[in-house]
């Protein structure tokens, strides 16, 4: 009990960071978004490498070398996880916020739709109804906004590529990391170099705070992915499920109380719409949940029985 209490404290540390992701931002100002990423990418890696210096742990380096697939999958996450960082800055420093957290409102619906698509996997009726007012929700947003909710679809869509391709490469989320940043190393640096020699940079030009705060972009990144590692080795999926609600609910309250983004009644009812569809997708999560732990309950009394 002591760990899985741990293991929730990690993941609600990990999902409140990058819920509070957009009051950073803004702070890097006059900053451009491309210019913000390719640093974030470089002091990622650095972030990463002094976790793995303390930790002195090497060893997974020549495990991986030796498994090319693998390495290919994480330079597949790398450049999706590059999109969805550069949109999600975008949105941020451009009066998006509301956007783009219906991003992240809608990445379990999509997340689903890509189990269905790319798996074979086969939706319960409840699941069915949820994509479905999921679907009916973005209908309703796009009328809304006048065009399609195209940042919040390319988060959600961006987002869960990465999480199916990190599936799928099962590597532990430092190391991941690691990969992924040291894979956008070059272009990152010779974006910075192209805009130093093209005197457009911001940094290291706007002063001392405004360096340490590009520099701590790095670490703001490291450390909740570095926490959500930590509670996923602790925490059933089911409750990473619910705690994953933590990130768009604090991000849709900046747009809203923070930056004072505009929420018309039709964008309401949108929003509305989607929390409908996460109700119901959670409940009906929480319900398979709680009879495959009573299966094999009985399972385990009937084998003891028999023994």
Not at 84 to 97: F, L, P, R, S
Not at 128 to 149: M, N
Request: glycine content about 8%; overall charge positive.
């Amino acid at each position: 009990m002591p760990d899985l209490r741990r293991g929730v404290l990690y993941g609600i540390a990990a999902y409140t960071m990058w819920g509070l992701f957009p009051l950073y931002w803004p702070l890097l100002k006059p900053s451009g978004a491309v210019e913000i990423l390719a640093h974030r990418m470089v002091w990622s890696l650095v972030a990463v490498a002094a976790v793995l210096l303390v930790r002195r742990h090497w060893s997974w380096i020549r495990e991986l070398a030796r498994q090319p697939a693998k390495l290919g999958l994480l330079t597949v996450a790398a450049v999706v996880v590059t999109l969805n960082w550069g949109t999600y800055i975008y949105a941020v420093n451009t009066g998006h916020v509301v956007e783009s957290a219906l991003g992240y409102f809608i990445n379990p619906l999509v997340s689903v739709l890509f189990g269905v698509v790319l798996l074979r996997e086969r939706l319960r009726p409840l699941q069915w109804t949820a994509v479905g007012f999921g679907t009916l929700a973005v209908l309703v947003l796009t009328l809304d906004y006048g065009r399609l909710p195209w940042i919040a679809l390319t988060l959600a869509v961006s987002f869960g590529v990465y999480g199916l391709v990190k599936k799928k490469a099962n590597v532990a989320a430092t190391e991941g990391l690691a990969v992924e940043t040291l894979v956008l190393l070059l272009p990152a640096l010779g974006y910075i170099g192209f805009l130093q020699a093209s005197g457009e940079a911001t940094f290291p030009h706007q002063g001392v705070w405004h360096a340490v705060l590009i520099v701590g972009a790095g670490i703001i990144t490291a450390a909740p992915l570095i926490c959500f590692g930590a509670a996923a080795i602790r925490v059933p999926l089911s409750t990473i499920g619910l705690l994953q609600y933590i990130a768009p609910i604090l991000q849709f309250a900046c747009g809203v109380l923070i930056a004072k983004e505009t929420m018309p009644s039709s964008r309401w009812i949108g929003f509305s719409i989607v929390w409908l569809a996460l109700a119901i997708f959670t409940y009906d999560s929480i319900r398979t949940a709680r009879h495959a732990a009573r299966a094999r309950k009985s399972a385990g009394t009937l084998d003891h029985v028999v023994t």
